[in-house]
């Protein structure tokens, strides 16, 4: 009955209930080592979390390492062409496995004392441990791995959060038609970030920033897709922008494409948000010219002007499928104060390097961005350091998906350390 | 009336209760980040502090950042001329201001979402921010700021100690005769030493080790000007030094440069401490000749040989004034165990470099002192962080004034943790 | 009688009450700063620990320092030729000593105000302390320190473990014919492992994973003898190997080698094993063609076919003399995940490098067998620290060893902190 409650759930809740909606969370949120771990226990522990496309494992055998806070998951496909997810370590004194972050491999082999597990994670053979030793007993420790749509979802959790479903019945539609199964990885970008992982997803859910900030973004993307409410200051603007996107969501809608809006990002244990946008001038892809960057286009697709189908998830991702090519974004926590940003651009498993699609053509958007982003957050992450922080209001017209996305944290975590 | 005592004050109060007079302080003092935090709150948190000399700013717009412990200081000339100093940090979503140390701004605008401040600190444009916003309690924090004859002090406390103004008084008589109003700072070279802050201050109030570690200081300064009392070892040594003591002070009395010793170091909460001392040899500068480094003297100086005028404050400054230029030394903890030594060289704003003074003859000095004295402390940090340290006694002769800068920081410290 | 108990205790105990016998430890041992102090204070603090060999320091005034934890260990040979070993701190007010790894003095000085202390620790000058400084209470702070046939031990505690008598009454006859006071160091190479120390030790308590990742010291080491018992698996390769032991002792004990095993790892608080061992083809050398490494056999030997006299000490060193030459290794934590191992190859005094030996054949084998081993134990800690670890079974045919390490280290960190 009187079970004693953990210092690092103590000051969780005391931070929580300090929490002024509206506002920006307070300093320690941010700085916290004891809150980050409050973060990995139940954001990242009990959630689905968002880390890597199929096409990074196309055959059996192929796997990547995926490290977060202080995990590391091996994520590999099996001989039935299944993706399986473990804890990368193993059973016998605790060796990482698999030290590469991709490879291939027919079993998964422990360099220390050679202990060897099929790709199901069955221990099937371990030398020298005698007659009483039960390699039952002995498999890797597996961990819940879904694919929506070629987008791999993991959750640490024994009892996964069930609406996963519903985000799967919700979003195929959408997702589908550009189908990520016969997509390639064309490259994958890791940035680390000098700052709170809740920094990045925070500047990832507003465009108040992006005019100034982003000159090469804004060539394509309109930035009221991306929160904006009308206000006095913006209501000619937005309007055009209504304008399109009706005009845009009925010729989509008409090709069998779903654009409308989806927002359950603070209701849903696992929130997302989906739209179909717009994009300016030519209005194909996000490069620096708006056309396409590679002229394979995916799927049945003819039309290259399909704008973007945007997808945020919560806690840690967002995607933008074009019709040319699909950039996803994972967002996962190393520390406190350090962040990774991992992107990773598909392209049509046909499209041939340097003849379809140049790498400098369908990265110059988001490497530009991504560059820009990373400076911001950091110097906010300094700032909020700084002692002389407290807590700001959110703009009510260009940050409501940065409040939303606040609003799902407080209450996950909330409900978590009851 | 039974507050909950935090652990930060208990251990400061466990330690403080240690000290030993006419000893070195206990080892925590100089490793625990629970005492660098005191350190923080109470000796940097609730003094003046020398941070600055206005010509850094010498025009309107010009801006410095001052960084210590987890504070950055902006530091601003406003549009009167005055110095005003904020907390470098937007209201909106905390992003630090200004990342560069220094620059010239009309504004003072965040680069996250153009909030913009002017050079008083009032927000004065923030897009997006609707009907209720209310600006005017959104603007900059401030931070006290002091200049004593060109010499800027900051205090982060609501009500600073009040007896800055008996100092400005007493000092500005010995300072204003070099004008500091009328230079420009000819370099400014930043050391960050790995040790206590504290460390750095207690070698700098000594010169028991200047004769065999600082040739170049030597070449013009008298160890004996530098804490030393008469014993049997040096009384030869330290009669002579008073003699020419006692004709200088005649000499530059008459000249209407105050130069007798006042030393209110342990006596005062802004505790300072000056004297003008003879230099030896050509008497003129702190230079490896012993003659002036810049042709062109300060304010109305003609003759050059004014020895050094020196001023000690605590906690974290100390400065040389001469004939023909002026060097400024202060002291930022970074960390328990990293401190940020800056040194400032000053000269007529007139002199031009290459023809009235060169860089090399101006610096080498100090440069080759601050050397030698960063091995110093950090082998003094190593050898206290062993564990087999214990504090040692205090050389009565010569070790005086560390034992003052020591009483002064009890004293402070312990005044403030009751 | 109602002591408080310190957090560090109550952890220590908390985690050892955990220990299952037959599996590895639990993940805090290897993480957890805490427990490293507990280490620093009991194991490494109470128990003697190797740390060089008496060829570093051949002449009167010799030193080296050694750093280990929060530890800096000064051992010098004074004017009588005996080790000494103070902490390297000074007395006056906490400098370092001698900065550098190894050196000749005549005194020893601190650099700082020049306090002078005698090889014997005594101090001998210190200018300007005044008529009522006593000098005889400011002695270095000694370490006890004892070399067993020309190993270097010292113990922090001030009452060390009696039982060292007993490992130099039986190791004595084992080791002194290989006469390391007539060696000289060859060379000595330091390696910084992102470990814990206690898996550098585990590793190095079992050829379990010696013929899969060793391939360069497999070729004169027979895994078998490192803590091989036979099961089904090896039976046949184990009995030929008894067999050329047996020859091999035989022959070795007539020449008045002793040669048999004593194994007192977990009985004994200065627990330790010894054997000689055969090596196979030529059987001389732990070099990659397995003859000698260098031609001027040790002390007065003529056969060089004398196999490898192993020797290994609780907590943190092993040797192997051999009739040319001896490799000795020590393990010092640096922090919870971070050991030195420091290796020293030494040989006859009046061999000369390029004539009777060369580094590169001397040390090929075990330099590449550290940076394997490296990688093993850094891969192990990694996996260790993502907390999907759980403790796993040892091999009963292959990790005897290494158990009785854990039970040695659970044993006395038990009676310590009881």
Known sequence: MSQSISAQTLLT??????????????????????????????????????????????????????????????????DDMQVQAFHNVCRHRGSRLCASHQGQVGNIVCPYHQWTYDLTGKLIHAKHMGADFDPTEMGLKTVHARSLAGLIFICLADEPPEDFEQMVAQMTPYLAPHRLDQC?????????????????????????????????????????GF???????????????????????????????????????????????????????????????????????????????LGGLSFWTQPNSWHHFMS????????????????LVRTIWCVHKDAVEGVDYKLEDLTAVWNATNAQDRRLVEESQIGIATGAYQPGPYSPYTEGLVEKFCNWYVKRLTALTL
Request: aromatic residues 8%.
């Open 324 to 339: 040319d090519h699909i950039v996803s974004f994972s967002v996962l926590p190393i520390s406190a104060t350090k962040t």
């Open 13 to 78: 809740r005391e931070m929580l209930a300090r929490r002024r909606p509206g506002y920006s969370l307070d300093a320690p949120f941010y700085l916290s080592d004891t809150l980050l771990k409050a973060d990995m226990e139940h954001i990242f522990g009990k959630h689905w979390v968002f880390v890597a496309v199929e096409p990074q494992i196309p055959e059996p055998g192929d796997y990547i390492t995926v490290d977060f806070g202080n995990h590391s998951i091996l994520i590999v496909r099996d």
């Open 227 to 305: 929160g904006y409410t009308p206000d006095v200051q913006n209501a000619a603007e937005q309007q055009r922008f209504e304008d399109i996107t009706t005009a845009s969501h009925a010729r989509w809608e008409g090709m069998g494409l779903p654009s409308k809006e989806i927002d359950v990002l603070d209701e849903r244990i696992t929130g997302f948000r989906t739209k179909r946008l717009p994009l300016d001038r030519l209005g194909q892809s996000q490069t620096m010219h708006t056309g396409v960057a590679s002229k394979k286009l995916l799927g049945e697709f003819v039309d290259p002007a």
């Open 184 to 224: 390639k990885v064309a490259t994958m970008v890791d940035l680390v970030e000098d700052c709170n992982w809740k920094l990045t997803m925070e500047n990832n859910r507003e465009c108040y920033h992006c005019v100034t900030n982003h000159p090469e973004l804004t060539v394509s993307m309109y930035e009221f």
